[in-house]
Structure formats: structure tokens, C-alpha cells
């Protein structure tokens, strides 16, 4: 297994981690929902800032760390808006699903056919994974087990942080950069969901909004 797909399976492991923990955390504040998510959105520009700032240095380590604290704050939010806190075996159990998948698609990806075709794979391993969430939420229809949908989130962005070409001299450079994507992904998936999808009409000015269509 390649040096650089360890890293980024370190990199992974480790904010997925700082994500689940921060997440459960938070929960104990028993905090309105908008004080996570806002405090989540506050520590991602603060994230970004750094990140343009430090731009002209090797890529910062300890950057994933903070936008893992932005997810799991995002999380966070989500399940203080459901009024439900997952039970930490639940969250071990799917960290470590995460951990197990993400690790295969290191492996599949040192097989050389798949490396021949590493952009057809990928797109395939991310279909299979994402139908697999998708059959478990409807089999198991516990709000819970979103918390894999928002995980896939991040194994979809290391996943594809890890088809370019990895740097020797920056090793760091696209780990960190897919911890961003990931982050502002699922704070914006937890934003749609808590908005009742008002998020998504501000991406759509010209649309009509909720209110007017039900005048």
C-alpha cells in the first residue's frame, strides 16, 4: 500500500474521529441547535482564513483538526434539532465501518487494473457505498443511522482528494484540502436539513420561495 494513501488514511481516521467525539461532546451542552451550527460556521471561515493565509506554507496539519471541530459542532446541530443523541456504540460502530471501507478502497486501489482505471473505480466504489447507506436507512429507518450519510461525505472527499496526483515535497497538501470539503459539505447537508431545504433556495434566487407558493 502506498505511502501516500497511509497518510491520508491517518488524516481521515483522525478527523472522522475528532468529528464523532466533538459531536458527542456537544451534545452534553444540551445548546440550541442554531449555537452549533452557527458556532460551526463561525470556525470554518475562521478555518478557511488560515488556510488563504498560510496558503504560501506547507499544508498546516492541525487545519483538519479545526474543521473537525467545525463538523462535529455541525453534527451536532443536526441532532440537537432531531432532539436525539446517538449512543456512542452506534457512533464506534460507524466510525469503524468507515475506518474498514475506507481502508479496502486503498487496498482495491493497489490492484493494477484498478489503478489503470482509478477515476472509473472510484466513481464506482462511491455508488456502491453510497447505495449501501442507502438500503441500511431505509432497512433500518433510525435517524441514527444518518450519521453514516454524513460520514460518507467524508470518505467521498478523501476518496477523491486521493485521484490527483500526490506531491512527495507537500505529502499533506490534498488530506487537508479534502478535510475542508468535507466539512463544508456536511455543514451544508446539515443546513438543508434543519432549514427544511430553505438553504437550497438560496443557492436558487430566481425561485420562488416557500411562502409564496403556498399563497
Keep these: ?3 501516500s494513501f497511509l497518510i ?3 488524516v481521515f481516521a483522525g478527523v472522522v474521529a475528532v468529528s464523532l467525539v466533538m459531536m458527542h461532546l456537544a ?3 444540551n445548546c440550541n441547535k442554531w449555537v452549533f451550527i452557527g458556532t460551526a460556521i463561525g470556525i470554518e471561515i475562521i478555518s ?3 488556510l488563504i493565509v498560510l496558503r504560501k506554507r506547507k499544508p498546516q496539519i492541525w487545519l483538519p483538526l479545526i474543521n473537525a471541530l467545525a463538523t462535529g459542532l455541525a453534527l451536532a446541530g443536526f441532532y440537537s434539532h432531531l432532539a436525539l443523541t446517538p449512543v456512542i456504540w452506534q457512533s464506534f460502530a460507524i466510525f469503524g465501518a468507515a475506518i474498514v471501507v475506507y481502508f479496502l478502497y486503498g487496498a482495491f486501489l493497489a490492484i493494477p487494473a484498478a489503478v489503470r482505471h482509478q477515476n472509473l473505480t472510484v466513481i464506482i466504489y462511491l455508488l456502491i457505498t453510497a447505495a449501501a447507506i442507502i438500503v441500511g436507512g431505509i432497512i433500518t429507518r433510525d ?3 444518518a450519521l453514516s450519510a454524513f460520514i460518507w461525505l467524508y470518505v467521498a472527499s478523501y476518496s477523491l482528494s486521493y485521484i490527483f496526483p500526490q506531491e512527495r515535497d507537500h505529502p499533506l497538501k490534498y488530506p487537508v484540502y479534502a478535510s475542508f470539503a468535507a ?3 456536511i455543514i451544508f447537508a446539515v443546513l438543508v436539513v434543519v432549514t427544511e431545504g430553505d438553504a437550497l433556495n438560496g443557492l436558487a434566487p430566481d425561485a420562488p ?3 409564496k407558493k403556498n399563497k
Design 183 to 185: 466539512a463544508a459539505l
Design 143 to 145: 435517524m441514527v443511522f
Design 27 to 29: 451534545l452534553l451542552l
Design 8 to 10: 491520508h488514511f491517518s
Design 209 to 211: 420561495s416557500r411562502k
Design 48 to 50: 478557511v482564513t488560515l
Design 1 to 3: 500500500m502506498k505511502r
